[in-house]
């Protein structure tokens, strides 16, 4: 069984930078693509990167040169750093298994001054 658990979220004001953490277990986490999203109230959820086991990434428009996905395939963690943080940033954001169809349980980021 997948589980995917996020960490590292929080407050931060506008400009400022935060790192969310997923560490993954129940899958051969370095065979398969990961990916980020995110849910702002009120809204859908949406892509914000992902990765492919080879290490390509890509993302949404909205916050490319600014965020920053990777992974570490000796640890089964898949990171996203994010910098110059905008208000509308804030969301929960969610860890996703594409393959696996699994989520984490999401972990909050607001950006408020």
């Known amino acids: 069984q997948v589980q995917l658990v996020e960490s590292g979220g929080g407050s931060v004001q506008p400009g400022g930078s935060l790192r969310v953490s997923c560490a993954a277990s129940?899958?051969?986490?370095?065979?398969?693509?990961m990916a980020w999203y995110r849910q702002a109230p009120g809204k859908q959820r949406e892509l914000v990167a992902e990765i492919t086991a080879g290490g390509n990434t890509d993302y949404a428009d909205s916050v490319k040169g600014r965020f920053t996905i990777s992974r570490d395939n000796a640890k089964d963690t898949v990171d996203l750093q994010m910098n110059s943080l905008k208000p509308e940033d804030t969301a929960v954001y969610y860890c996703?298994?594409?393959?696996?169809?699994?989520w984490g349980q999401g972990t909050q980021v607001t950006v408020s001054s």
């Open positions: 129940g899958m051969i986490f370095r065979f398969y693509p």
């Open positions: 996703y298994a594409p393959r696996q169809a699994s």
